[in-house]
């Protein structure tokens, strides 16, 4: 269960949005990677899903620290962000609930028409596919 995380209307709407969130990891030698990610929150976690070759994967089996933030330029050059700060756990069973999160992910970003696509949808029945559960610690907006 995630520690206790204050998540208002405002930000809830905000992360509910199809925009990109760029996902931070590290290397063994500490080099940051980050790589932009379709992301779901729910449950009051973070999901994002991957392939298991990615660098993104290999850096959080060893370190599962990692970052995430979500932002958005508004007028005037103003900024809207929510940034989150976290522990990642690599989820890939049970099968049918992972791939349904996943589904959920990429109609997101697809719509419920675009993600019957051919493409999405071997992306969802591959082997490789697998879910990055990100526990939030501190979540900050601005």
């Known amino acids: 269960m995630p520690a206790k995380i ?5 930000m809830q709407e ?3 949005r ?4 760029r996902l931070a990891t590290a290397s063994p030698a500490a080099q940051p ?3 932009p990610v379709w992301f779901l929150w729910e449950d009051g976690f973070v999901w994002v899903s991957s392939y298991r070759s990615t660098r993104k994967i290999s850096d959080l089996e060893r370190n599962p620290k990692c970052a995430i933030v979500i932002d958005v330029e508004q007028a ?3 900024m809207a962000a929510v ?3 976290g522990n990642a756990e690599l ?3 049970p099968k049918a609930e992972t791939r349904a999160r996943i589904e959920r992910i990429y109609t997101k970003y697809l719509g419920p028409e675009g993600v019957l696509a051919p493409d999405p949808q071997s992306w969802l029945d591959s082997e490789e596919n697998l879910l990055i ?3 939030p610690r501190r979540i900050k907006s601005w």
């Open 83 to 85: 940034m989150i700060e």
């Open 76 to 78: 005037e050059g103003q």
């Open 91 to 93: 989820v890939n069973t």
């Open 18 to 21: 199809p925009l990109l969130a």
């Open 6 to 10: 204050e998540i208002t209307p405002a």
């Open 14 to 16: 905000f992360l509910a």
């Open 133 to 135: 559960k990100i526990t």
């Open 33 to 35: 990677h980050v790589i």
